[in-house]
C-alpha cells in the first residue's frame, strides 16, 4: 500500500469538494473539515468532527441509527483482567484507521498501555468506538487488526507500519468472523468491538501496549476511531501518523496529550481484557532448583557463592522466596561486590533443558538486587539471564536488568522462542566498572523452567451401574 501514487481530482470531483466546503461553512458540525466522500485530494482529518453534546451525550444520530444503542458489553461483564471504562464525560472518537492506498500517507494508529504482575491468559478485548464522514457500521470494514506489542520506554516498541519490532502477539480478522462480536456504540453504529479469542494469548509479566484499528476505506465507508476513558494508568496512550499526511502530525509513538496530536485532557483510550491469571493451559514444570538440596546443578565463577539465611548476607535479604539457601553474587561476610577493580561472573546451570516437546517456554526465578544507579544512571552492574543452544558455544540474552530493586521479587524470562530445542541457561553479573561496587549485589532463589504442549483431552465415558 505505501507509496503509491493519490490519483489527481476530476473535475466533477473539484466541484463536489466545493459543494462540501458551502455545506460547512453553511452549518456543520463544528471542527476541521472533514474529506468528502471521493477522493478529492483532501486528507482525511485526525481530529474527531462529532463531539460530545455538553450533557456528555454524542450528537443526534443519522436516521439510520440503531433505534436502542448501547455502549457494548458493559453490563454484567465478568471480572476483567485490565478495565479502561468509557469516558463518562467525553464520547468523542479519535482518527485510527488503516485507509485506502490513496489515503496511505493518512494511516493512523492509537496504543495504550497495560500492565500485569503475573502470568495472564487473554481471551476477551472489548474495544469501544464510532464512525463519522459519514459514518457506518463496522462491518464495512475489509480486515480488524489487534497487536499488542512490547514496552521501550514509555511507548510501543513497534508500529502497525513495520518500524521497531513485531508485535508479541497479532491477529487479523474479518468483521464477520465467529470470534469478532460488533455491537452499538455511543454514535449509533456498530462500532464497539468485541474479540473472543478461541485461542487466549498468554502474556508473562510486564508491560504492554495494545493496538486495534480497522482496514476501511474512507471513500465508502467513512473514518473509524477509539474512545478515551477517564483513568489514569500508567503512561499516556500513544499515536502514530507513519506517513505523516497530517500534515506536522508526529511519525513517531507522541503522547494523546500533547499538542501536536489531539491535545487530550484524558491520558487513557477505553478498552477492557478478560481472561485468567496463571500459567498457560497444558504447562508443567521442566526444571526446578530452590537450592535446598545443594548446588551440584550448578557451577559458578566470580563472587558467585551458595548462601543462607543464616549466613551473614543472607540474614540482611532474608527471608528467601523459598526455605533457608540461594546463591549470592557478592564476597561472602562481606556483603558488597566491590573487590577494587571491575568484576563479573556466570551462575550456569550444568543440566541440559529439554524443550524439544513444549510449544511455549518461559521461566521464572527470586531476584533481589542492590546495585549502583548512580545520578539516575543506572547502566552499570548488569544482570543478565542467558541461553545456549550450542552447548555453551555462544550465549543469548533472554532477560536483562540494571535498576536497583531493594527487595525480592519473581522475574519471567520468556523461553518460547527456544521451544522445540535442548539448552543451557546461565545467570550473569557484570560491574562493568571498577566503581560504586559497594553495594550488596544479586541474589537468585528457586528458579524453575515451564514448558506447555498441546492439551489433549480424553473423552469421559458414563456408566450406568
Known amino acids: 500500500m505505501r507509496g503509491r501514487t493519490v490519483r489527481l481530482a476530476s473535475v466533477m470531483a473539484i466541484a ?10 453553511a452549518g456543520a458540525s463544528p471542527g476541521p473539515l472533514h474529506p468528502a466522500a471521493g477522493p478529492v485530494g483532501v486528507e482525511p ?15 443526534e444520530p443519522p436516521a439510520e441509527r440503531p433505534s436502542a444503542p448501547q455502549e457494548g458489553r458493559t453490563l454484567n461483564m465478568p471480572a476483567a483482567l485490565w478495565d479502561q471504562p ?44 464510532d464512525t463519522w464522514s459519514p459514518g457506518c457500521h463496522l462491518t464495512c470494514a475489509a480486515m480488524l487488526h489487534w497487536q499488542i506489542y512490547a514496552d521501550a520506554g514509555g511507548v510501543p516498541d513497534g508500529n502497525p507500519w513495520g518500524g521497531g519490532n513485531a508485535p508479541v502477539w497479532s491477529i487479523s480478522l474479518l468483521p464477520t468472523d465467529p470470534q469478532v462480536t460488533l455491537s452499538t456504540g455511543t454514535g449509533g453504529w456498530l462500532s464497539n468491538v468485541t474479540l473472543s479469542l478461541a485461542a487466549p494469548v498468554s502474556l508473562l509479566p510486564g508491560t504492554w501496549w495494545l493496538v486495534f484499528y480497522p482496514t476501511m476505506e474512507f471513500g465508502s465507508c467513512g473514518q473509524y476511531g477509539r ?38 485532557t484524558q491520558q487513557d483510550f477505553a478498552f477492557r481484557l478478560e481472561g485468567k491469571e496463571g500459567l498457560p493451559p497444558c504447562t508443567r514444570v521442566i526444571f526446578s532448583d530452590d537450592f535446598e538440596a545443594g548446588y551440584g546443578n550448578w557451577i559458578g565463577t566470580g563472587l558467585w557463592n551458595s548462601e543462607a539465611e543464616s549466613d551473614p548476607c543472607g540474614s540482611l535479604v532474608a ?54 544507579c548512580s545520578g539516575g544512571n543506572c547502566g552499570f552492574d548488569n544482570r543478565y539471564v542467558e541461553v545456549s543452544t550450542d552447548g555453551g558455544v555462544t550465549w543469548n540474552t533472554v532477560w536483562g536488568s540494571s535498576g536497583p530493586r531493594g527487595s525480592w521479587y519473581q522475574a519471567w524470562v520468556n523461553l518460547s522462542p527456544y521451544a522445540g530445542q535442548t539448552l543451557l541457561l546461565r545467570f550473569r553479573f557484570d560491574s562493568v566498572d571498577q566503581a560504586f561496587n559497594n553495594y550488596f549485589g544479586w541474589m537468585v532463589d528457586d528458579i524453575t523452567v515451564w514448558g506447555s504442549s498441546r492439551c489433549v483431552y480424553l473423552p469421559l465415558i458414563l456408566k450406568n451401574y
Open 16 to 25: 463536489f469538494f466545493v459543494l462540501i466546503l458551502a455545506v460547512v461553512s
Open 45 to 59: 482529518t485526525p481530529t474527531p468532527i462529532r463531539e460530545p453534546s455538553p450533557k456528555g451525550v454524542g450528537p
Open 86 to 129: 468509557l469516558s463518562t464525560i467525553n464520547h468523542a472518537a479519535y482518527a485510527n484507521q488503516d485507509f485506502e492506498a490513496s489515503f496511505d500517507a493518512s494511516d493512523i494508529f492509537i496504543a495504550d498501555d497495560f500492565v500485569n504482575a503475573v502470568p495472564w491468559n487473554i481471551d476477551t478485548i472489548f474495544v469501544p468506538g
Open 227 to 264: 474512545q478515551v476513558s477517564d483513568t489514569t494508568n500508567g503512561f499516556d496512550a500513544q499515536v502514530i501518523n507513519p506517513g505523516g499526511g497530517f500534515g506536522g502530525w508526529p511519525t513517531v509513538w507522541t503522547s494523546v496529550q500533547d499538542p501536536s496530536t489531539f491535545h487530550l
Open 319 to 372: 527471608p528467601f522466596p523459598s526455605s533457608s539457601h540461594a546463591d549470592y553474587y557478592g564476597i561472602d561476610g562481606v556483603c558488597t561486590y566491590n573487590t577494587g577493580a571491575a568484576n563479573s561472573g556466570t551462575l550456569s546451570l550444568l543440566v541440559p533443558v529439554d524443550l524439544t516437546s513444549s510449544l511455549t517456554a518461559f521461566a521464572s526465578f527470586g531476584s533481589y538486587e542492590e546495585t549502583e
